[in-house]
């Protein structure tokens, strides 16, 4: 088997589809997170603290000389993307959690028999008819 057949047969497995979807909506998911966070919950709990801007929070180590830019730990950037991270995590949890409660109730549901195959039938009416003839 070529590279290029193993390659297509790999490529075209339900699951490899399935997580290329899951990426693609995922990074779309995180997109719209960040700007929850960073446009409307940060601001707020902002001006709760006294009008603080997250993002210009940082411990400066050393001061800028020249044309060269100051050295900064930016925990302010750190704590929002702490916020970006726990709505994440908390929304992929709800979102497990009703995907396994539906699990779970297609399990309980019972299976109807599956039916006869029609060579079955046929044999069990010719058992039936040769019962009779005797």
């Known amino acids: 088997m070529s590279v290029v057949s193993e390659f297509k047969e790999f ?12 990426v693609i909506i ?11 966070v960073g446009d409307i919950i940060m601001p707020p709990i ?6 603080v ?8 180590l050393k001061d800028a ?5 100051a050295v900064t730990i930016n925990y302010g950037t750190f704590v929002k993307n702490v916020v970006d991270f726990l709505i994440v995590a908390a929304s992929i949890f ?3 959690k009703v995907i396994n409660k539906f699990r779970k109730k297609e399990e309980a549901a019972p299976e ?12 069990e009416e010719i058992r039936d008819l040769l019962k009779e003839r005797r």
């Not at 490529?11 to 899951?22: C, E, Y």
């Open 26 to 36: 995922g990074g779309a998911f995180g997109k719209i997170i960040s700007s929850l």
């Open 11 to 22: 490529i075209s497995r339900g699951n490899v589809v399935d997580l290329a979807v899951g």
């Open 94 to 96: 709800m979102l497990i």
């Open 65 to 69: 000389v020249g044309e060269l830019p």
């Open 53 to 60: 801007n997250f993002t210009s929070l940082v411990i400066v």
């Open 46 to 51: 902002g001006v709760l603290l006294g009008g």
């Open 112 to 123: 109807a028999p599956a039916p006869q195959p029609r060579e079955e039938i046929l044999l």
